[in-house]
């Protein structure tokens, strides 16, 4: 977009050049005024001759023949890449659009964040970093094209049409963090009734918003306000706990991670105790806890603890070892 800006500004500007040009020279010469000698520069460079409003002197139709060489020539060049830039872009948005329109029909298993703003990026980022699917809905074309890397769709993620062309009914879940409370409202009341199944995670800003958001279907709703504020007061009171939660959460850290892993049917860990296992005798990977298929959650479960399918291991360990026991859990199938 900015390219094609770029192109289009000095199109014009190399034809107000010569325009200018031609009026100031009848103008000193022929000492015409503004009118006229617009006028009749007009009629040369667009080489429509319709009529001469006074008789050039001998110095004026020199002044004519100049124009006439090098400004006809140089307006119709412009003309001429100005045309091809714009039925250019025309045809990149067009097909560019058409693009889209498959990856999306192609896109399952996704995630679908609502806002490109400060959070947006940070949600995207993560993501990215997982190597995880998603598709970011913003409305406001600026903040996508300095954006690469991912698919962006641009509309209002409030209405329904949109959510639907962003594969709403095939997704995993959905991040709204759109700058107000209403349109997060709007966005998780508008994904349940298209999704009754899906994961919603909504931003609450005000005081109230939770619970309303909450009622209108949201799974989780995060308080950025409320948590920054927790973090801020435990980095005084616990600091060597923050420091050892954000090491081992930060993304891209090789040495320690904190990953949930879900144990899938058919995975040989169906059945074993964690010592059974071997996780952390051979691998080195602690399991913080375990949330069964029920919804009960074990801290700090024993090595004599079941794993069972469909529970979800809280696992801390290095991230290779970590991806050694999705495959695990992921079973045969995998």
């Known amino acids: 977009m900015e390219e094609f800006r770029n192109r289009i500004i000095k199109v014009l500007s190399l034809i107000s050049l010569m325009i200018a040009f031609g009026t100031t020279g009848y103008m000193v010469i022929e000492g015409w005024n503004f009118l006229d000698s617009l006028y009749m520069t007009v009629t040369t460079l667009t080489t429509v001759g319709y009529r001469e409003i006074h008789e050039p002197s001998s110095r004026g139709m020199v002044f004519t023949i100049i124009l006439i060489v090098f400004g006809v020539g140089t307006v119709l060049y412009a003309l001429t890449i100005g045309a091809r830039v714009i039925i250019e872009g025309e045809f990149r948005e ?9 990856m999306l029909r192609e896109l399952s298993g996704h995630y679908i964040i609502c806002g490109y703003g400060r959070m947006g ?31 962006a769709l641009k509309g209002d993620a409030t209405h329904d049409e949109v959510l639907k062309e962003a594969g709403i009914d095939r997704a995993r879940g959905l991040i709204s963090v759109l700058p107000t409370d209403a349109e997060n409202l709007f966005v998780v009341l508008s994904a349940r009734g298209l999704s009754p199944n899906l994961l919603i995670v909504a931003r609450a800003i005000e005081d109230g918003s939770e619970q309303k958001l909450l009622r209108a279907g949201a799974t989780k709703v995060v308080s950025p306000y409320h948590i920054g504020g927790l973090r801020m007061a435990h980095t005084v009171l616990k600091p060597t706990v923050v420091d050892f939660l954000e090491f081992a959460t930060k993304s891209g850290n090789l040495e320690l991670q ?3 892993i879900q144990i899938q049917e058919g995975s040989d860990l169906i059945g074993l105790t964690l010592e059974e296992c071997g996780i952390g005798r051979d691998l080195g990977v602690i399991i913080v806890a375990i949330k069964q298929l ?22 801390l360990g290095e991230k290779s070892r970590l991806k050694f026991v999705e495959e695990m859990a992921r079973g045969k199938s995998s």
């Open 121 to 151: 990026k940070i949600v995207a980022k993560e993501l990215r970093e997982e190597k995880v699917k998603f598709v970011v809905i913003e409305k406001n074309p600026d903040a996508m094209d300095r954006e690469e890397g991912f698919l």
């Open 294 to 315: 029920a919804g009960d959650t074990r801290f700090n479960p024993t090595f004599r603890s079941t794993v069972g399918a469909g529970d979800t291991l809280i696992a």
């Open 94 to 102: 067009i097909f560019g659009r058409k693009k889209l329109e498959k």
């Open 258 to 260: 904190m990953q949930e």
